[in-house]
């Protein structure tokens, strides 16, 4: 018997790197996923389909292995297989839909009844040795699904969209860690703290705006209101010229806007878009090498199951 879980990646629609500091952020779940399958083993395993038939020792997996195992007593000596659909590096919630995924199906494994908000829990084990300090809205996302308002401290708010929803992802082809563009953003707020405070206080304003041009589907409004998420990242050293270059591509292609999206430095860039035109920007960003793709909204969240 094994236990097998599924969780979406993320998209960071407004709000990322301020959210670390007490802003709303805007969230949405992506259908590109991580699959997760855990087995009986004589000893603790990790097979990745990154790195083919090797045999690995993760820390982020084990510390939410370790930390189920002890809440709930149970044994750790389990095969994990992950499999991802999702680019490492890329600012899509890829170690957060894995932790996700994991504590999912090993809590299924062991007839362990997680609600969402464990799952979230034991998931932020794993998240902190990747990123040092997150905010958790990456493994709330892809545990809960659809598309979230997040606010440390705060419950998230469901964002109901009356029909669906796309947005256009491309990713850059450089990699990079979200702890060290962390480092940076707090260093930016340690060096000019009432700038910082007033700039994280309007962004904060700006995705709750956000969710609601969401819902009512007005995309060119939202475009608006990427394009001055973006010029806050910039202003706090998280983007650079090749990002700004991608940004400003997509705009010319038809985009209504896009920001980067995720940690900066690298990953990915968002951009929303008229329908008409969405193929042909898909299209463009490819044909100059960048790995593009539309996601439709809402996306459900984590599902865990058991196969024989």
């Known amino acids: 018997m094994r236990a097998v879980a599924e969780a979406p990646s993320k998209v960071i629609v407004t709000g990322e790197h301020f959210v670390v500091h007490g802003a709303w952020a805007l969230a949405a779940a992506l259908p590109r996923k991580v699959r997760v399958e855990v087995s009986g083993a004589s000893a603790y395993a990790v097979i990745s389909d990154r790195l083919p038939g090797r045999s690995l020792d993760l820390a982020p997996l084990g510390r939410v292995i370790d930390a189920i195992g002890r809440e709930y007593s149970v044994s ?101 860690s979200t702890r060290g563009q962390i480092g940076r953003v707090s260093q930016t707020r340690e060096e000019h703290p009432w700038m910082f405070g007033r700039l994280t206080e309007s962004i904060s304003r700006l995705s709750l705006s956000a969710s609601e041009m969401l819902v009512r589907g007005d995309l060119e409004g939202l475009g608006g209101l990427l394009a001055i998420d973006q010029a806050a990242l910039d202003s706090v ?36 878009a008229p329908k008409a035109k969405e193929k042909s920007i898909v299209s463009g960003l490819s044909a100059r090498g960048y790995e593009t793709f539309t996601a439709d909204l809402p996306t459900e969240g984590v599902k865990s199951w058991l196969e024989r």
């Open 237 to 272: 050293g998280v983007s650079n010229d090749a990002l700004d270059s991608m940004v400003d591509l997509m705009v010319s292609l038809g985009c209504y806007g896009a920001k980067l999206t995720g940690g900066g430095g690298g990953g990915s860039v968002v951009g929303v």
């Open 76 to 176: 750790t000596s389990v095969r994990v297989k992950v499999r991802s659909e999702v680019p490492e590096g890329a600012g899509l919630g890829s170690s957060a839909s894995t932790m996700v995924a994991l504590a999912s199906a090993f809590a299924k494994f062991h007839s362990i009844r997680l609600g969402l908000d464990e799952v979230i829990e034991f998931s932020m084990t794993g998240e902190r040795e990747v990123h040092g300090k997150p905010s958790g809205i990456d493994p709330t996302i892809c545990a809960i699904g659809g598309v979230v308002l997040f606010r440390p401290g705060s419950r998230p708010r469901k964002v109901r969209l009356r029909g669906r929803r796309s947005v256009i992802v491309s990713f850059s082809g450089v990699n990079r």
